[in-house]
């Protein structure tokens, strides 16, 4: 059974950091592109960043220089840090797991984790 839990939401003010961790189960953690979501109320859901197997990272514009994924095969755990948040940061976030080179997007998803950020 495909297990991914978030944690690490929160509510933080303007210009403060989060760190989310995602800590997968019943999956080959160690092949997989692992990857970070999030949706804000009346959006669609949009990619965050993602990391693969081999470290590569990709970036949503809008937290490139701000965000970074991470992840620690070991503990079969994704994380991202988030810096510099904005009010727009506000979402819920979601993990996903994807498998590497398919065009199908993630097979598993989260239950999501809440972030806030206030001014």
């Known amino acids: 059974q495909v297990q991914l839990v978030e944690s690490g939401g929160g509510l933080v003010q303007t210009g403060g950091s989060l760190r989310l961790s995602c800590a997968a189960s019943?999956?080959?953690?160690?092949?997989?592109?692992m990857a970070w979501y999030r949706q804000a109320p009346g959006n669609e859901r949009e990619l965050v960043a993602t990391?693969?197997?081999?470290?590569?990272?990709n970036y949503g514009d809008s937290v490139k220089g701000r965000f970074t994924i991470a992840r620690d095969n070991d503990k079969s755990t994704v994380y991202l840090q988030m810096n510099s948040l904005r009010l727009e940061d506000t979402a819920v976030y979601y993990c996903?797991?994807?498998?590497?080179?398919?065009?199908?997007?993630?097979?598993?998803w989260g239950q999501g984790t809440q972030v806030t950020v206030s001014s």
């Open positions: 996903a797991a994807e498998i590497p080179f398919s065009t199908k997007g993630p097979f598993a």
């Open positions: 990391m693969t197997s081999g470290g590569r990272t």
């Open positions: 019943g999956i080959t953690f160690r092949v997989m592109t």
